[in-house]
């Protein structure tokens, strides 16, 4: 270990780096996009890298704990921690971002030289994201949701001359700010009730439940219950989505992708981290409240989608059901981690993928995105009707595809912990969801001579689109190389 | 050689062949789909030939750990019931692409779709992992789906839309089931879950758990079937598909869920099978009488045969939950004549939307005298779905009834009221549309092609050669079912009757009905 003590933070250094070089070249090289894309482009695979470089050093020298530093009792903790959980965190951020990255080149073209702004967002949001999987400390999991989530309040509101922008990121920025606030006070309270804010090491969270009784209860689940809603409303699990949907609307379409996915993978990976790393021995306390928000979660984000004529609210509303599947993983406890980690690897890329696809139809910087407007796409160009079927299918839960994977892993993990009725309705809803689904396949390959001139697809947005696709399709029928991976994946 | 492995994955390679096709070569897709849809039948056929009667019960099993701790495996085998199965399925697609000659909006699309569909109805048929079969089971339904809305007649989005709805609400059960039953098959091995279906054969399940089961499991069958009252979705989807859509999901698709009931029902639950099983017949026959009813009625020639599937696959349910062995024979082999009978019967239908693209009886009228060819091929269809002896409807339906008779003799005899009814439906239809005057609207109209004749004589040929000589369906079929009924024996005090007399004159039980039934 001693050879990289620098490891554990590399996919956040790498990633900062990456974006002060991205606004160092934009300054010197103004309007040559040509110089500074590739940096960034370049930031977020050489960090995929640094991922898989952690997840080699784990397997083989062991997972550890870092930069705890002397002092006052609660700062003698460490900060950072390197274990399979970040390392997985770190290669699926850092491929899905390269995947988001590609995805807004013609977002980029669009917005000129404010494009190095936007790329040196990306770049620390996703920094940020990171941070909130691989911290054993309560305090650095909100300085990475901060960090992220005020990155992409200001690209939700990017292109600002598009109507629906400004509402976006005002809704984003006073509803997110509120949920950051809501979280930080619940870290305080649990600091109240267990005197730490570090979920391993010396005097940890851990340590307290296994050695201690917990003298004041309330405080102890009002903490519990404000860090849980706070996340959940990153996350948007219902009854905390209502931002979802106007915010995915208004947002430019070429960065969507990766607000959505981002958010998912970071926040249920601090999630699984706080609920099932340090508060897994209070499970019986949390897990109930957890099951009846992943049931709302999955019916009002069905039942909604059904209803929406724009496939951006539709894929928000879709997400909040998601978010749904996501949360039955946690409620079954530690065995769920792998369904819970196939489902979010798989998801991140079937999202950025499935925005990417609007994004091309409706316009990279568009906003609003009837799903009217994807008529006759099989003859427009029938390879992105074809990829955008796959991903829909696999978002569906239609087997072959790895959302079907996803959701058996976690049905099956939420039905051993004896929540049978979220399995009933967890199947309900995806039957449901169904519909809508495929009424975007359909309409894909409905005739309509109105709409005959063929859609161009920028070399960039279309490999994006093609990862996303064969991401869905191959994690379908072959699961197991991914299974092993996700497997091993565990918190420390 | 895994040759199980090597028939699904054919068709869907061919799939991938089809769609690499050159876009400017358009009129190399039809020869190539047909080229490549017959491959899977071929391997079906080897199958035929080297399945053992005298050997173990599955055969040519293969194995493959997909997940060792949710226990899921790429697990597949042929017993004398998916024998038939797979047969029949490779059969009937290159029969139902070859009757596509007609399809000329986005063929390459259409033959795509088909041959994917025929990979994933041959997974349902083989798979034993109970993951891996609800996999192929509910994806069958997006190449359906695509088929009927894009390819299907007028109210096309309806249908499909309620095909989908129905089926996969029955599924969602069906996947509870199964996790269900999973996790409880996984206790008795120690790893997280098991969908074996070895493994879950070596469950033991409580009575209470059997009934739920066996409802979520039946719930999902039943909607495929359909059994009555599930059956609203068929008339539409049959209607509306195009003809090789048509065909498969009559002659393929419904049988997946007889199939299921067959095979994971009964082995699975055989206390709530025993329970329950008056309950499906009554539905069975119900079905029965209500489908032959409705199809009487109906004004459109494409609906009155869909209606009639509804009263055939009652027969199959029927001969299912009398649960005796001639009855389980009896269904098995009506499964096959079924697809048979009534693709044939979907298959003339479509020759002659073909010609006039009108479906209503009334359009019709001495057709006979136009296409005197057509007409003796629909006669013979006809006469066939209606069970006319010497012919395959024959065997499977008095199977049924004579077996049925022995556990539900009241039953037995409603249900035969139900093949009296399928004459007048069969006959009058054919009356109205083949004889009397000339109707103008069909004036002139030309007789079947060499094309279209070569399409139909598989079928006729297999309809009579079953008809008449259905020994080595039958021998293969006997021991599948009745290692069925010895399981429910086994673990319920339920006993099979079953014919000693005739075992005690020395006459084996099936040869004496078929006998009977052609004096």
């Given amino acids: 270990m001693q050879s990289a003590a620098w490891l554990p933070v590399a996919f956040e250094v790498t990633l900062l780096g990456g974006a002060l070089a991205v606004l160092l070249v934009a300054v010197v090289a103004e309007r040559n996009r040509s110089l500074w894309g590739p940096v960034a482009g370049l930031a977020f695979a050489v960090a995929a890298v640094m991922g898989l470089w952690q997840w080699v050093e784990v397997e083989s020298g062991g997972a550890g704990l870092f930069f705890s530093s002397d002092g006052l009792a609660f700062t003698r903790s460490p900060m950072v921690v390197m274990d399979s959980f970040s390392a997985l965190a770190a290669m699926i951020l850092g491929s899905v971002g390269f995947v988001a990255f590609l995805a807004s080149w013609d977002l980029q073209v669009k917005l000129g030289k404010r494009a190095a702004e936007f790329s040196a967002l990306l770049l620390l949001a996703v920094a940020g994201l990171h941070m909130m999987a691989a911290t054993p400390n309560l305090v650095v999991i909100f300085i990475g949701l901060e960090t992220a989530s005020i990155a992409f309040y200001v690209i939700a509101g990017f292109t600002r001359k598009v109507r629906g922008s400004d509402e976006s990121a005002l809704k984003y920025f006073l509803l997110g700010s509120l949920a950051s606030s809501l979280f930080l006070y619940g870290v305080a309270l649990t600091f109240a009730a267990t005197g730490s804010l570090t979920i391993y090491g010396g005097n940890s969270i851990r340590d307290f439940f296994s050695s201690q009784v917990v003298t004041e209860p309330g405080i102890l689940l009002a903490g519990l219950a404000l860090m849980l809603v706070g996340l959940m409303f990153k996350v948007s699990a219902a009854p905390f989505h209502q931002w979802a949907p106007d915010v995915y609307q208004g947002a430019p379409s070429a960065a969507v992708g990766m607000m959505a996915a981002g958010v998912k993978v970071a926040g249920f990976a601090a999630l699984a981290r706080i609920f099932l790393g340090g508060m897994i021995s209070q499970i019986d306390s949390w897990a109930p409240v957890v099951a009846v928000i992943a049931a709302i979660s999955m019916v009002l984000g069905t039942v909604m989608a059904l209803v929406q004529d724009d496939i951006k609210r539709m894929l928000a509303y879709s997400g909040v059901a998601h978010a749904g599947y996501l949360l039955t993983t946690i409620v079954a406890g530690v065995p769920g981690l792998e369904a819970m980690w196939f489902y979010l690897a798989t998801y991140a890329f079937m999202i950025v993928g499935a925005f990417a696809v609007v994004s091309v139809v409706g316009g990279p910087g568009a906003a609003a995105t009837p799903i009217a407007s994807f008529k006759n796409l099989a003859s427009r160009s029938p390879e992105t009707a074809w990829l955008m079927a796959i991903i829909m299918l696999g978002m569906s839960g239609m087997p072959f595809f790895a959302g079907f994977v996803g959701k058996v892993l976690a049905f099956v993990t939420v039905g051993e912990a004896g929540y049978l009725w979220l399995v009933v309705i967890g199947t309900l809803t995806t039957v449901v969801g169904l519909v809508f689904y495929l009424r975007v396949v359909a309409t894909m390959f409905a005739k309509d001579d109105d709409v005959q001139e063929p859609l161009v697809v920028s070399v960039n947005t279309r490999f994006a689109v093609i990862i996303a696709a064969v991401v869905t399709f191959v994690f379908g029928v072959v699961p197991w190389p991914l299974l092993d991976v996700v497997r091993s994946a565990l918190p420390l | ?519």
């Fill in chain 2, 1 to 519: 050689m895994p040759y199980l492995t090597l028939l699904i994955a054919l068709p869907f390679i061919g799939a991938a062949v089809v769609a690499l096709l050159p876009r400017s070569r358009p009129e190399t897709v039809f020869p190539v789909a047909l080229g490549v849809s017959v491959a899977p039948l071929a391997v079906s056929i080897y199958l035929l030939a080297e399945y053992q009667i005298d050997e173990s019960l599955f055969q040519f099993f293969e194995y493959f750990v997909i997940s060792e701790r949710f226990g899921v495996a790429w697990e597949l085998a042929v017993d004398g019931i998916s024998l038939f199965m797979i047969l029949l399925t490779t059969l009937l697609f290159p029969i139902a692409i070859a009757a596509s000659r007609s399809v000329s909006d986005r063929l390459k699309t259409y033959m795509v779709l088909m041959l994917i569909l025929e990979g994933a109805v041959l997974g349902v048929f083989l798979a034993l992992d109970l993951i891996v079969f609800f996999a192929f089971f509910e994806i069958v339904l997006i190449p359906m789906y695509l088929l009927i809305s894009m390819w299907g007649s007028d109210r096309r989005a309806y249908a499909a839309l309620k095909f989908v709805l129905f089926t996969a609400v029955g599924s969602a059960f069906l996947l509870v089931g199964i996790i269900v039953l999973g996790v409880m098959a996984g206790d008795t091995v120690g790893t997280l879950s098991s969908f074996d279906w070895r493994v879950m054969l070596g469950t033991d399940i409580s009575d209470t758990a059997q009934l739920w089961l066996f409802i979520a499991f039946g719930l999902a069958f039943a909607i495929k079937v359909p059994l009555f009252p599930f059956h609203t979705w068929l008339p539409d989807a049959h209607t509306e598909a195009p003809t090789a859509g048509s065909v498969i999901l009559a002659g393929v698709l419904l049988k997946m869920g007889t199939y299921g009931l067959l095979r994971f029902n009964l082995t699975l639950f055989p206390d709530a099978s025993v329970d329950l099983a008056p309950i499906l017949a009554v539905l069975g026959v119900i079905g029965i009488i209500y489908g032959a009813a409705a199809a009487i009625v109906q004004p459109d020639i494409k609906r009155l045969v869909a209606y009639s599937s509804v009263s055939h696959m009652g027969f199959i349910v029927l001969g299912t939950f009398a649960l005796t062995s001639q009855a389980l024979q009896g269904s098995v082999f009506q499964m096959i004549s079924h697809g048979l009978t009534t693709g044939a019967l979907f298959l003339l239908i479509g020759m002659i939307y073909d010609r006039t693209h009108t479906r209503a009886i009334a359009d019709y009228g001495g057709l006979a005298k136009v296409m005197p060819v057509y007409a003796g091929i629909f006669l013979f269809s006809a006469f066939a779905s209606a069970g006319l002896p010497a012919l395959s409807g024959f065997v499977g339906e008095f199977t049924i009834l004579v077996g049925s008779y022995l556990t539900l003799p009241v039953l037995s005899i409603i249900a035969g009221a139900g093949v009296i009814l399928a004459a007048v439906y069969l006959l009058w239809a054919y009356e109205r549309v083949f004889t009397g005057p000339v109707n103008p609207k069909v004036e002139g109209l030309r007789d079947l092609g060499f094309r279209e004749i070569a399409i139909m004589v598989p079928l006729v040929v297999l309809i009579i050669g079953l008809g008449i000589y259905p020994k080595p369906a039958m021998d293969r079929i006997q021991p599948a079912v009745e290692s069925i009924l010895d399981r429910i024996e086994a673990t319920t005090d339920y006993e099979v009757p079953d014919f000693g007399r005739f075992d005690d004159i020395g006459h084996d039980a099936e040869s004496g009905h078929q006998e009977g039934g052609e004096g």
